[in-house]
């Protein structure tokens, strides 16, 4: 996972807890960098799942609470640095319909080493349909980043999670319903 990533969630961690939050954080899930994250860098993504844990351990949230936060907050991160991926689009519908096939492909010619989720859109009448597929368990992040999405283009939709009725949170049905 790549270090800007780490380096957000060292932010908000710092912001909503205080630095003695992270540096417990650092030293209490004994994470192989040593909390060193460069921007550029890419690190297990083991080590954001083991910060999240603690976390979660430390102030009672859920892990998935805790993703789903860090998503909204990342979703408005990424849109100021990389403002190609949003400007292009009035509206959230075709911004995730170009998710898959330009967003991320544009992600990974700059990080050819990104590990990202894979995306398939479709309309089922009126509710627009989103699939998150990914090798990593980080489903609630996306979600996270979904209402982020949602509120960057003024908070029109209302947003389901469907199970897919597969264990863990590697996969994820989300619907969008015109508000
Ligand atoms: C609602 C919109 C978006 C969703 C749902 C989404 C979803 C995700 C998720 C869940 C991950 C974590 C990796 C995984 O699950 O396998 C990820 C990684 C990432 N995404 Fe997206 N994303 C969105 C928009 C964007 C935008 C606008 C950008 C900026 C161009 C972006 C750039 C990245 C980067 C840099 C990573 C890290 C890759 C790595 O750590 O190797 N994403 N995305």
């Known amino acids: 996972m790549k270090g800007i990533v780490f380096r957000e969630f060292g932010e908000?961690?710092?912001?909503?807890?205080?630095?003695?939050?992270?540096?417990?954080l650092i030293s209490e899930s004994k994470v192989p960098s040593g909390g060193v994250y460069t921007a550029v860098g890419t690190y297990p993504h083991e080590e954001a799942v083991a910060l999240l844990m603690t976390l979660s351990r430390k102030t009672g949230a859920s892990p998935d609470d805790l993703l789903k936060v860090f998503g909204e907050h990342?979703?408005?991160?990424?849109?100021?640095?990389?403002?190609?991926?949003?400007?292009?689009?009035?509206?959230?519908?075709?911004?995730l319909e170009s998710l898959e096939g330009v967003v991320h492909v544009e992600v990974r010619k700059l990080y050819p080493d990104a590990?990202?989720?894979?995306?398939?859109?479709?309309?089922?009448?009126?509710?627009?349909?989103?699939?998150?597929?990914?090798?990593?368990p980080f489903a609630s992040l996306a979600e996270g980043l979904l209402l982020g999405a949602i509120a960057h283009w003024g908070g029109r939709y209302a947003l389901t999670r469907r199970s897919m009725g597969v264990p863990g949170a590697h996969e994820a049905i989300f619907e969008l319903r015109r508000t």
């Open 12 to 24: 908000l961690v710092t912001a909503r807890f205080g630095d003695a939050m992270w540096d417990a």
């Open 74 to 95: 990342l979703f408005g991160v990424l849109a100021h640095r990389y403002p190609f991926a949003v400007a292009a689009h009035a509206d959230l519908v075709p911004f």
């Open 115 to 136: 590990e990202l989720p894979s995306f398939v859109t479709h309309w089922e009448g009126e509710t627009f349909i989103l699939e998150y597929r990914s090798a990593r």
